[in-house]
């Protein structure tokens, strides 16, 4: 079946050390998003990827960095920079142009800084 | 700049017992909309859309009409269930999909 794999579910990350969430999917998506989500804030924007080898930041990108060198592929590393990072982070995947489609997300990634 | 605005949760209801969760939106011109469900622990799943003015976006028992003179768009179901309860989330598209910061829907025996 086709579908976003988010991994690893849990994450625990030590203060100054960066971290790296890996999403891949397997619905041949030209566009892929990482969203963060906080208690009652919704989700917000981190980054995006309309095709492979460019990115655009979103509305939250400082202390994150992301890469996109396959069409399947695209891993957030949080960093130190990010002040604070313990949050639940969604990877996402869409054909960009089609409006109407709407996005397919993965199932997350619980990140919490001990 | 587009933006949603749903009401706050949580909503708390006993099973059976007829649901309405309200969605207006704000947008620079004629997004497609969609309804979002969010299960403990797990992703976010698509529930329905609509693209169009007067659409009406069904699925699992939950309905959504585009009302484009009152810009909204708001989640409606007949008869709840405990296994509905979840976080709802309104979300818009132009260029880029937009959310409201979701309902928490809690449903009782």
């Known amino acids: 079946d086709g579908g976003i794999t988010q991994s690893p579910k849990y994450l625990f990350r030590k203060e100054g050390q960066n971290v790296t969430l890996s999403c891949e999917q397997n619905l041949n998506h030209d566009a892929m998003y990482w969203y963060r989500q906080d208690p009652g804030q919704g989700l917000r924007l981190i980054y995006y990827s309309q095709i492979v080898n460019d990115f655009q930041k979103g509305d939250i990108a400082e202390g994150y960095s992301v890469s996109r060198e396959k069409k399947e592929s695209f891993p957030l590393t949080v960093t130190s920079a990010q002040k604070n990072p313990t949050a639940f982070y969604l990877c996402?995947?869409?054909?960009?142009?089609?409006?109407?489609?709407?996005?397919?997300f993965g199932s997350g990634t619980r990140l919490t800084v001990v | 700049g587009d933006s949603v605005t749903q009401m706050e949760g949580p909503v708390t209801l006993s099973e059976e017992a007829f649901l309405t969760i309200n969605c207006t939106y704000t947008a620079t011109g004629y997004p497609s909309l969609f309804w979002y469900v969010q299960y403990p622990g797990e992703g976010l799943q698509l529930l329905l859309k609509a693209t169009k003015a007067d659409d009406k976006g069904s699925n699992k028992g939950f309905e959504a009409t585009y009302r484009k003179e009152t810009t909204s768009f708001h989640l409606e179901k007949g008869s709840v269930q405990v296994s509905d309860s979840a976080v709802y989330f309104c979300?818009?598209?132009?260029?880029?999909?937009?959310f409201g910061t979701g309902t928490q829907l809690k449903v009782e025996l």
């Open positions: 996402a995947s869409s054909i960009p142009i089609e409006s109407n489609y709407g996005y397919t």
């Open positions: 979300a818009l598209f132009i260029a880029k999909l937009t």
